[in-house]
C-alpha cells in the first residue's frame, strides 16, 4: 500500500520542542518534493515548509522561520519536521505530503497547490502546545 504516515505528534509546553517524522511506504521519497502542512480548529490548512527533491531548496511559512526545520534521510526514506519554541499558536493537525519532484516548486507546493493536488498525503499527527 502507497502512503505516508506521520508520527511524533503529542502534547508539549511552550518554549518546548518536538520533532515529527515521516515514513514513506511503497515509493521513494527521495523523488519527490516533500512538505509539511497544518490544520487548526477552524483555520485553513496552511504550508508550513516544503523541500525540493532537486536543488535542496525549501520554504518556510514566516509564522515558523527561525523556529522549524525540515529535513529528510533518504537511507530511511523518511522526511522530518523539527519544532523548536513552539508556541500556542503551531497547535494544529500536522500532515506531510510529496509531490513528484519536476511537478512543482517549493513555493507552489507550500502555497499555490492545493492539498488535495498532492500525489501522496498522510493522516495528520496531532501537536498541542500548552501549559
Known amino acids: 500500500q502507497v502512503q505516508l504516515v506521520e508520527s511524533g505528534g503529542g502534547l508539549v509546553q511552550p518554549g518546548g520542542s518536538l520533532r515529527l517524522s515521516c515514513v514513506a511506504v511503497g515509493f521513494t521519497l527521495e523523488y519527490y518534493a516533500i512538505g509539511w502542512f497544518r490544520q487548526a480548529p477552524g483555520k485553513d490548512r496552511e504550508g508550513v515548509s516544503c523541500?525540493?527533491?532537486?536543488?535542496?531548496?525549501?520554504y518556510y511559512a514566516d509564522s515558523v522561520k527561525g523556529r522549524f526545520t525540515i529535513s529528510r534521510d533518504n537511507d530511511k526514506n523518511t522526511a522530518y519536521l523539527q519544532m523548536n519554541s513552539l508556541k500556542t499558536e503551531d497547535t494544529a493537525v500536522y500532515y506531510c505530503?510529496?509531490?513528484?519532484?519536476?511537478?512543482?516548486?517549493?513555493?507552489?507546493?507550500?502555497?499555490?497547490?492545493?492539498?488535495?493536488?498532492?500525489?501522496?498525503w498522510g493522516k495528520g499527527t496531532l501537536v498541542t502546545v500548552s501549559s
Open positions: 523541500s525540493s527533491s532537486r536543488d535542496g531548496s525549501t
Open positions: 505530503a510529496a509531490v513528484w519532484g519536476p511537478k512543482t516548486t517549493v513555493q507552489a507546493m507550500c502555497v499555490t497547490t492545493g492539498f488535495g493536488s498532492m500525489d501522496y
